[in-house]
């Protein structure tokens, strides 16, 4: 595998695969890499020619200071993950590399609706932070493939609606991979090291939840379903920001349902100082 720390170092190597017409995949990531990073940097590397990682804990989107100095750094475990998986080159920036005009205060980037709900109602700023730096990562590293979890199933339709804004829509394939999940259904997260070990028993509970919501699900009225879950979840010691059912392919939150339209599930909930996220798609 090739570390590039330096933009140029990297966009030199990208010009020469593009010239032997080598197609690129890429699998940006904040590190503290688990299964779930390398189930995509896996399907990266049986779609694309070259996969090109990229470890950068982006300043930009974190709204809670704390989460940012305490977002889990496990750097050498990392690369020898990466080394072991097959990946090509590691894109490992500084921030100075990535901005050097300082941090950018805000983004400028026109997400709408997308921006107004969930993690964009709770996470002020967060999405502006996470178009600023993948706007950037995408005009250094110029993928032909970019692979997204939809453990961050907002986030995902934020970075296609980036994609169209960018009017890269044609030359970037976005490819949306499943969930990884521990044994007991908890999915993998980098903040999950975070937890202690009893911490890291209780949530499950977001899992359990969300199932339930899928196995309750009925058409009409949707709230005693999600009243009932934001209980579950205070039984286990979780504190819910949200849980919300909404249509999977546009995220209007719905109240009711009509028993045809498709749907996920979200939630976001603290356990401790530690913020959790999940989804699913329940139908
Ligand atoms: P992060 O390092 O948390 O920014 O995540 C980098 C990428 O890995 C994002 O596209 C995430 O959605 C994806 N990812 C994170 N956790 C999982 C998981 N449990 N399963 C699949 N993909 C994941």
Not at 184 to 199: F, K
Request: glycine residues 8%.
């Amino acid at each position: 595998m090739i570390l590039f720390k330096k933009i140029n170092d990297l966009r030199k190597y990208i010009d020469v695969q593009h010239q032997l017409k080598k197609s690129i995949g890429f699998v940006p990531t904040m590190g503290a890499l688990h299964e779930g990073h390398l189930s995509l940097i896996r399907s990266s590397l049986s779609i694309a020619d070259i996969t090109v990682c990229s470890i950068f804990v982006n300043p930009t989107q974190f709204n809670d200071p704390t989460d940012f100095e305490k977002y889990p750094v496990t750097l050498e475990a990392d690369i020898g993950l990466l080394e072991a998986s097959g990946c090509q080159v590691l894109f490992l920036p500084s921030v100075k590399e990535i901005y050097p005009g300082g941090i950018p205060q805000s983004g400028h980037y026109d997400l709408g609706y997308l921006e107004t709900v969930l993690e964009g109602r709770f996470r002020p700023g967060h999405f502006q932070g996470v178009c600023t730096v993948v706007d950037r990562l995408l005009g250094i590293v110029c993928p032909d493939h970019l692979f997204l979890g939809q453990k961050d199933y907002q986030q995902c339709m934020v970075i296609a609606r980036l994609v169209e804004l960018s009017g890269k829509t044609g030359e970037i394939n976005i490819h949306i991979c499943p969930t990884l999940r521990e044994a007991d259904g908890l999915a993998m997260s980098s903040r999950n090291r975070r937890l202690s070990s009893s911490q890291r028993q209780q949530s499950v509970a977001i899992y359990r939840v969300l199932t339930g919501i899928r196995e309750g699900l009925r058409p009409g009225e949707l709230k005693p379903l999600r009243l009932e879950a934001v209980g579950k979840l205070k039984e286990a010691g979780l504190a819910p920001e949200y849980i919300e059912i909404a249509e999977a392919g546009n995220l209007q939150i719905l109240e009711e349902w009509d028993g045809a339209s498709k749907l996920v599930a979200l939630v976001a909930a603290f356990m401790g100082e530690v913020r959790l996220i999940d989804n699913i798609l329940l139908n």
